[in-house]
């Protein structure tokens, strides 16, 4: 709330400043017509490397996404050799001895 109250009075300050009239014009036009060359000039020269900044920047995206697409329109394949259509050997549980088999009982018996 401060800050807004002191924004206020700052800028009505400088207002009446730049108001003040100087040989029939006020202190801004005087201050205006001596700037005015210089912020032209800064203005052109900011525009100008703006609009050559963009231009670069396009470019630098389109080249980087130019290698994206496949050129040749293939799709890309995996070679059953190396997918994992292969399941894994499944555990035979007949191959557990009577001991084995009483111990995984009480695991799950343990666990439920």
């Avoid at 060359?37 to 900011?46: C, D, H, K, N, S």
């Avoid at 703006?50 to 995996?78: C, H, L, W, Y």
């Amino acid at each position: 709330m401060f800050s807004l109250i002191r924004f206020c009075l700052s800028f009505v300050f400088s207002f009446l400043i730049l108001s003040i009239p100087i040989n029939e014009e006020s202190l801004f036009t005087h201050i205006h017509e001596a700037s005015a060359p210089f912020t032209q000039e800064f203005i052109g020269v900011l525009s100008k490397n703006t609009t050559k900044a963009i231009n670069e920047t396009t470019e630098i995206g389109r080249r980087a996404f130019s290698n994206t697409k496949p050129k040749n329109n293939q799709s890309d394949k995996v070679k059953a050799t190396q997918s994992s259509t292969r399941k894994s050997p499944s555990v035979n549980h007949e191959d557990y001895t009577v001991e084995e088999k009483e111990l995984l009982k009480r695991v799950f018996e343990k666990a439920h």
